[in-house]
């Protein structure tokens, strides 16, 4: 089982950009498939973004296409989320998540292990 700590959120104005991170222990951490997800206030945990396991291969949510980019170095058991042009309606709580799959997807289901969240506020 993996564990994941983010890092990287806070208080960000309106069109400005913010770089989240996760940092991963206990597995080997290039046999993972890794996903963002984030979770709106009164709203449901939604995909944002996930990598295939040696980072050739992305997925992401309509919402942040264009905007979002994820990444990954498996030397360093990270993984990014860069975030551009920020908005308020991307004000929420982002969780890291993990996989064993080999195939990019959105459904949390397959992602086992999960960080707590990292609060991203976009303010104007």
């Known amino acids: 089982q993996l564990q994941l700590v983010e890092s990287g959120g806070g208080l960000v104005q309106a069109g400005d950009s913010v770089r989240l991170s996760c940092v991963a222990s206990g597995g080997t951490f290039n046999t993972y498939i890794f996903g963002w997800f984030r979770q709106a206030p009164g709203k449901e945990r939604d995909f944002v973004a996930s990598?295939?396991?040696?980072?050739?291969?992305?997925m992401y949510a309509d919402s942040v296409k264009g905007r979002a980019t994820i990444s990954r170095n498996n030397a360093e058991n990270t993984v990014w989320l860069h975030m551009s042009r920020l908005k308020s309606e991307d004000t929420a709580v982002y969780y890291c998540?993990?996989?064993?799959?080999?195939?990019?997807?959105?459904?949390?289901?397959?992602?086992?292990?999960w960080g707590q969240g990292t609060q991203v506020t976009v303010f104007s």
């Open positions: 990598i295939s396991r040696q980072g050739g291969g992305t």
């Open positions: 998540a993990a996989g064993p799959g080999v195939d990019l997807t959105q459904q949390q289901t397959i992602y086992a292990d």
